[in-house]
Nanobody
């Protein structure tokens, strides 16, 4: 099982990034996919989630209207489009594949929003 995040980096406030998480080793289409983030000194928080067929999404209030989660089951990939980034979005972002029986995590990727 592997979840590999990509697309992070340094961006100025107001900028955009798109995170990708490529999955392998399990049946991706059967898993709810989630993005979490953890800032230094803070607990890991749920940013967004998407249902198995992609029709049901939820976003944290702190990112609603700025971030959008999506998935492509043909490519075994989940995305997080992040617009209007703020310094408080700086964190390590993790993707998570979830069912009631299993939960898999990526290694995380750094997103830094700074001028």
């Amino acid at each position: 099982v592997q979840l590999a995040e990509s697309g992070g980096g340094l961006v100025q406030p107001g900028g955009s990034l798109r995170l990708s998480c490529a999955a392998q080793g399990f049946t991706f289409s059967r898993y709810v996919m989630k993005w979490y983030r953890q800032a230094p000194g803070k607990e890991r928080e749920l940013v967004a989630s998407i249902g198995v067929v992609g029709g049901s999404t939820n976003h944290a209030d702190s990112v609603k209207g700025r971030f959008t989660i999506s998935r492509d089951n043909a490519k075994n990939t989940v995305y997080l489009q992040m617009n209007s980034l703020k310094p408080e979005d700086t964190a390590v972002y993790f993707c998570n594949a979830f069912t009631f029986l299993h939960s898999y995590w990526g290694q995380g990727i750094q997103v830094t929003v700074s001028s």
